[in-house]
């Protein structure tokens, strides 16, 4: 299955907040128990510059990859995964365009098992109140 494509922007100093479910090719949820996530913004997709990384260990703020859907409360086997940015977190990036792509794993090493769910742009909409 290849990655789908979407593209999104993040508004400087404001929380960004919204939810994809993942499906399996019968349109059934994934259980996604025994699954991490990874997403990381570059400026180009070759980078080593990261401009964000969110992760399902979520951030103190909560910023990062819930596996819970974006309510934090919906069952792992519901395929749901809260992408969820602060407001404190999106006012300290500075970028105009980026590229990102969010990957869910299971395993370590070797025996790592990688899905990679979606890619495309970001724009950040600079903020003028601050």
């Not at 596996?67 to 977190?89: E, H, M, Q």
């Amino acid at each position: 299955m290849s990655a789908g494509k979407y593209s999104f922007t993040i508004e400087q100093g404001a929380t960004l907040q919204f939810e994809i479910q993942y499906k399996d090719s019968n349109n059934i949820p994934v259980d996604l128990t025994s699954y991490n996530g990874r997403l990381q913004v570059r400026p180009t997709v070759g980078s080593s510059d990261v401009y964000l990384t969110l992760s399902s260990t979520l951030q103190s703020d909560n910023t990062g990859l819930n596996f819970s859907g974006s309510n934090g409360s919906t069952p792992l086997s519901s395929g749901s995964i809260g992408i969820y940015v602060s407001a404190v977190t999106s006012s300290t990036l500075d970028f105009s365009n980026a590229h990102y792509d969010l990957e869910i794993y299971s395993g370590s090493g070797n025996s790592e098992y990688v899905v990679r769910l979606l890619e495309g742009k970001v724009n950040l909409s600079k903020e003028v109140t601050r």
